[in-house]
Nanobody, 125 residues
Framework: VQLQASGGGLVQAGGSLRLSCAASGRAFSSYGVGWFRQAPGKEREFVAAISWGGGTINYGDSVKGRFTISRDSAKYAVYLQMNSLKPEDTAVYYC???????????????????WGQGTLVTVSS
């Protein structure tokens, strides 16, 4: 399985960006997709996740109310709409497949695999 993240770029604070994650291969064997981000000098942080059926959605505390995750199950594609962006949102954003059951209620890197190459989001103040 391969994941391809795209849509990153440079935006001013308060602006918006939409990231896309396209999955190929045996993505249907996974539970869904998650987004993580990693800022320079910091650990990778959970951003959002969604199941292929759309029944499970979760957000990291720092993005709740500003980011919206959605999916197109027919295309095995997932999107991350990011609004009201802040300089602290600057990071490389990665998408990955959920490999553990949602019922575990955990949102750690170990729950995800087949990481994409990442797309850089830079928010200027």
């Amino acid at each position: 399985v391969q994941l391809q993240a795209s849509g990153g770029g440079l935006v001013q604070a308060g602006g918006s960006l939409r990231l896309s994650c396209a999955a190929s291969g045996r993505a249907f064997s996974s539970y869904g997709v998650g987004w993580f981000r990693q800022a320079p000098g910091k650990e990778r942080e959970f951003v959002a996740a969604i199941s292929w059926g759309g029944g499970t959605i979760n957000y990291g505390d720092s993005v709740k109310g500003r980011f919206t995750i959605s999916r197109d199950s027919a295309k095995y594609a997932v999107y991350l709409q990011m609004n009201s962006l802040k300089p602290e949102d600057t990071a490389v954003y990665y998408c990955a497949l959920r490999n553990t059951p949602w019922k575990l209620g955990t949102w750690e890197e170990i729950d995800f695999g087949s990481w994409g190459q990442g797309t850089l989001v830079t928010v200027s103040s």
